[in-house]
């Protein structure tokens, strides 16, 4: 399968986000070990959006990754 645009891969593992569903006020778990390619990843997808998100990395559930939140 390709990856698309909205899709996320900061591990080489395709992620797919229903960005449609990812509401203002809902936040969202990304598992990855590579961070900083995540966030850049989602800073990339969030402007074809318009989305205004905000991240931290977290571990949740024994998994290291992170968690955004849409502010608008």
Same mark, same amino acid.
């Given at each position: ?10 591990? /080489? &593992? ?25 966030? /850049?990843?989602?800073?990339? %997808?969030?402007?074809? /959006?318009?989305?205004? %998100?905000?991240?931290? &990395?977290? &571990? ?13």
């Amino acid at each position: 399968m390709r990856i698309r645009l909205s899709d996320l891969s900061p591990d /080489g &593992v395709r992620i797919v986000v229903d960005w449609d569903k990812f509401l203002t006020g809902t936040s969202l778990f990304i598992p990855c070990i590579n961070t900083k390619k995540a966030y /850049g990843q989602l800073l990339e %997808v969030t402007k074809l /959006g318009k989305h205004e %998100v905000v991240s931290r &990395v977290t &571990v949740e559930s024994g998994k290291y990754g992170i968690r955004i939140w849409r502010l608008v």
